[in-house]
């Protein structure tokens, strides 16, 4: 079963149609790259309203299919999500995004929303550094010329 049939599936079985517009967007989900703005999906998904394009994102988020990236520009970027609960690093180079799913931030949640009488209902977290690939090109790369006066 394709990737696509596995969303379709998804989605059906929590009663939401897929009509024409929203498997283009999913079509369109499917060929973009590894991470993707909503604008990336518009271009993709050729004659799709801007409205259906942020209600099926906003649907696909629900359901855990796809997740928010937030990149360290502040640019809001979106991943195909095949698992549950976790968390990205970013390298601030390349832009690469690699998903973790080890969250030992569980204990500080709880102390948080114990002292703030909040009920926490979820975090979201982005740990921003650079990848090896990077840091390999980075070290490879001649030292700039020192200038003197």
């Given amino acids: 079963m394709s ?3 596995l969303i379709i599936q998804r989605l ?8 024409p517009s929203r498997r ?9 790259p590894a ?3 909503v604008d990336d999906v518009l271009r993709e998904a050729l004659g799709v309203g801007r409205a259906t ?12 299919v796809v997740c928010r ?7 809001l970027h979106y991943r195909m999500s095949p698992r549950g609960h976790h968390h990205h690093l970013v390298c601030r180079s390349c832009g690469r995004v690699e998903d973790f799913s080890t969250c030992e931030v569980g ?6 929303g ?13 740990v921003y550094g650079r990848c090896q690939s990077c840091r390999v090109l980075e070290s490879a790369r001649p030292a700039p010329p020192v200038v003197t006066a």
């Fill in 53 to 64: 394009v942020f209600r099926t994102m906003k649907l696909l988020l629900d359901l855990n």
């Fill in 114 to 126: 114990r002292a703030t009488d909040y009920q926490i209902e979820g975090h979201w977290l982005e």
């Fill in 69 to 75: 990236v937030l990149m360290e520009d502040g640019s």
């Fill in 12 to 19: 059906e079985l929590r009663g939401h149609r897929v009509t």
């Fill in 3 to 5: 990737d696509l049939d």
């Fill in 35 to 37: 991470h993707f703005t």
């Fill in 24 to 32: 283009r967007v999913l079509e369109a989900l499917l060929a973009t």
């Fill in 107 to 112: 204990p500080l949640v709880e102390e948080l």
